[in-house]
């Protein structure tokens, strides 16, 4: 029963984060773009709702979470590197989720 629960649950959440996704997308990409420039292609972003923020994957490689004032955070450290390049260094995400948990729910 136990099992049943959580496994329903974990659709909802999937499901509410794939509706909120392609809204967020967007704002996310542009706020990313302003912040770091050109410096990456941006030919694949992905998203989640992770620990009351959003984190991104742009491109496989360079992972960010912005938190609800859209202040940027680095989660990786090829993200770091990018990201240094403009605005020089990126405060480390405050959440417990790594790139890999990320990149298992981005979408």
Same mark, same amino acid.
């Given at each position: 029963?136990?099992?049943?629960?959580? =496994?329903? +649950?974990? *659709?909802?959440? +999937? $499901?509410?984060?794939?509706?909120?996704?392609?809204?967020? %997308?967007?704002?996310? !990409?542009? $706020?990313?773009?302003?912040?770091?420039? !050109?410096?990456?292609?941006? %030919?694949?972003?992905?998203? &989640?709702?992770?620990?009351?923020? !959003? &984190?991104?994957?742009?491109?496989?490689?360079?992972?960010?979470?912005?938190?609800?004032?859209?202040?940027?955070?680095?989660?990786?450290?090829?993200?770091? =590197? @990018? /990201?240094?390049?403009?605005?020089?260094? *990126? %405060?480390?995400?405050?959440?417990?989720? =790594? /790139? +890999?948990?990320?990149? %298992? @729910?981005?979408?």
């Amino acid at each position: 029963m136990m099992k049943k629960c959580l =496994t329903t +649950l974990f *659709c909802v959440f +999937l $499901l509410f984060c794939s509706c909120r996704s392609d809204n967020n %997308k967007e704002q996310v !990409t542009r $706020l990313l773009k302003e912040k770091i420039g !050109t410096e990456l292609p941006f %030919k694949e972003v992905r998203i &989640a709702s992770i620990e009351n923020g !959003t &984190a991104v994957i742009v491109d496989k490689f360079w992972c960010y979470w912005i938190d609800q004032n859209n202040e940027i955070y680095c989660v990786n450290g090829t993200s770091k =590197t @990018i /990201y240094k390049q403009k605005n020089g260094a *990126c %405060k480390d995400a405050p959440i417990k989720a =790594t /790139y +890999l948990d990320i990149d %298992k @729910i981005a979408k």
